[in-house]
């Protein structure tokens, strides 16, 4: 598989493409709670992953409001 430089997010990029504080994120991804990878001291995300975690999220946050 080849993934596209393009595909990879830096903490920055994802803050701005999600639309949350970087501290947020940080938080959220020490956590555990969005998809991305610690390499080094940097956080690096996939935005196909992310954009299928948003999908799955959203799709969860339905169902257990339909429930």
Same mark, same amino acid.
């Given at each position: 598989?080849?993934?596209n430089q393009d595909n990879i997010l830096?903490?920055?990029e994802?803050?701005?493409y999600l639309k949350i504080s970087k501290s947020s994120l940080y938080k959220l991804a020490q956590k555990g709670e969005v998809p991305g990878? +610690?390499?080094g001291k940097h956080?690096?995300?996939r935005r196909d992953i992310i954009d299928q975690w948003m999908a799955e999220s959203t799709s969860?946050?339905?169902r +257990?409001?339909?429930g």
């Open positions: 598989m080849t993934v830096t903490i920055e994802l803050a701005v990878q +610690k390499v956080w690096r995300f969860a946050t339905k +257990k409001d339909e």
